[in-house]
């Protein structure tokens, strides 16, 4: 087994390495996604429309949900897999952009799944905005070799051209439902209507061409809507469509509330995760009551929320009523890597710093975005850190133990104590700031990498699921774009998660 990112700073991909083969995917010509683009932007409006003047998703959700009921969908949306009791499967989540980060992590995606009966995309297949046009090169093309079906839950971004893409690639269903009734002028919902984006129609003959790429009997995958669940061995895992602002519609939650009654080890995916960056999103209902809350019945049996939404890998063992659920974070599968060196120590849900895991480390988080912004403000020898002294001084400030000792040579200077502080790194809570900046903010909308061509490592990720009768086993495997990486995925986590022992319904 190759060295984590936790055993070797080669093992997280710095230094002098050789580039991996993922290039050889990729098509010729590569359209770089920038969000510090406006044009990016602007197609990318409906989720600020929805904050402002009201999120039509739950009416959108239910008549695309009526129209495949009226298709001959399973009332129940089960899916139901013929697999042993003993089978695995793969967690993929924010794959679609369509460049370097996202080709970077198909060698050892197609590596570690070998054996797998299926996977899971788990939010945001497709940036900008989910077009149809968009399919071929962000998802038939990149996952063309995946020999068994792919499953989906959609994310904020595949919502905003009104799931159509999604839909039609997922759910076989090609027919827009019919829109709302015009709404009267001046009202909110008209100033909505008036400024929402919509669909272009596709390229009808590009779009064939594209799923041509993944037409084989054993990938071919038809789901009964954007929300669904999967029975397979002894276990239900429950995919929601949490839509543009990371809530679920009163039918919707109904569902979920029905579907996850009995005693069948239950595994959640959902496009926002419940636990992440330290805190708790327990995502809620229309109508009251939240998501959180079905996870955490006894009676429901859940062993593990994952989400995706937030581009790295992290994981909560939270107790509950005497047993421990994990909610893990997996949206490391393609998109622009979210910092993890912003993540102040944590301390939350009865879980401490030792913990908690996530990927990258914070160190290399801070190393990473410290060459960008070095880059980036023409200010390298000021703003670049090694992964050293990144390690370093992110110790210092959380006070905690490096996962990756720093050698000896790493040094905290008053440089690299400014640079961290500059760059948002986390804190302990019990030392506050001594100037406060809306740090992640910045990061998160504005300076975040994007996906412009930079150099390994990008550290991505992605989970594969080993279940048995009694547990799962969960592991994180990282893709730096390094060929060392690609060869040989190295596991960055690793928990095996007891199954109650009532397994069926």
Not at 121 to 134: E, K, N, W
Not at 321 to 350: E, K, L, N
Not at 378 to 407: S, Y
Request: aromatic letters at 10%; proline letters at 9%; one cysteine or more.
């Amino acid at each position: 087994m190759s060295d984590s990112s936790r055993d070797t700073a080669q093992g997280a991909g710095w230094g002098a390495a050789r580039p991996g083969t993922y290039r050889r995917l990729m098509p010729d010509h590569v359209e770089q996604l920038s969000w510090l683009n406006p044009r990016t932007l602007w197609a990318a409006r409906n989720g600020v429309l929805a904050s402002w003047f009201g999120d039509p998703t739950g009416r959108t959700r239910s008549r695309w949900v009526a129209r495949r009921a009226e298709a001959g969908a399973p009332a129940d949306k089960v899916i139901r897999r013929d697999v042993p009791e003993s089978f695995s499967f793969m967690v993929i989540g924010d794959t679609g952009e369509g460049g370097d980060s996202q080709y970077a992590v198909v060698p050892g995606f197609l590596k570690a799944a070998q054996g797998t009966d299926f996977a899971v995309l788990a939010s945001d297949v497709v940036y900008p905005v989910g077009s149809a046009g968009d399919y071929g090169d962000k998802f038939f093309r990149p996952y063309q070799d995946y020999p068994g079906p792919i499953y989906a839950i959609p994310g904020n971004h595949d919502w905003y051209e009104d799931l159509g893409a999604f839909m039609r690639v997922f759910c076989a269903d090609t027919q827009p439902p019919a829109p709302e009734p015009r709404p009267r002028p001046l009202t909110r919902a008209w100033w909505r209507s008036l400024l929402w984006h919509r669909a272009r129609p596709a390229d009808e003959q590009r779009f064939a061409a594209a799923r041509a790429l993944r037409s084989a009997p054993g990938q071919r995958a038809e789901q009964p809507g954007p929300y669904w669940a999967i029975d397979a061995g002894p276990v239900r895992i429950v995919g929601i469509d949490t839509g543009l602002l990371g809530t679920v519609d009163a039918e919707q939650g109904a569902w979920l509330r029905e579907i996850s009654r009995g005693p069948r080890p239950k595994i959640l995916v959902t496009g926002s995760p419940l636990y992440v960056d330290g805190e708790h999103h327990p995502c809620p209902i229309e109508g009251g009551g939240t998501v959180d809350d079905i996870v955490r019945a006894p009676e429901h049996h859940y062993v593990a929320a994952i989400g995706g939404d937030i581009h790295n890998y992290q994981r909560y063992p939270v107790t509950v009523d005497g047993r421990t659920i994990q909610y893990v974070v997996a949206g490391g599968g393609g998109a622009f890597t979210h910092a993890t060196h912003t993540i102040p120590r944590v301390s939350v849900g009865g879980v401490s710093e030792g913990e908690f895991r996530c990927y990258p480390l914070r160190g290399d988080s801070l190393a990473f975005y410290s060459r960008l912004y070095g880059r980036r403000l023409r200010l390298r020898r000021f703003f670049r850190l090694t992964e050293e002294e990144a390690a370093a001084v992110v110790a210092e400030r959380l006070g905690i133990e490096p996962a990756r000792a720093p050698g000896p040579d790493a040094r905290v200077t008053r440089r690299t104590r400014l640079v961290a502080g500059l760059l948002g790194t986390g804190r302990r809570p019990d030392r506050p700031a001594r100037f406060r900046l809306p740090v992640r903010k910045i990061y998160t909308q504005l300076f975040s990498p994007s996906s412009a061509t930079y150099s390994p490592p990008f550290f991505k990720s992605f989970l594969r699921l080993d279940v048995t009768a009694d547990a799962v086993r969960l592991r994180c495997l990282a893709a730096t774009g390094n060929l060392a990486q690609e060869l040989d995925p190295p596991v960055e986590d690793e928990v095996v998660i007891p199954l109650p022992a009532a397994r069926t319904d």
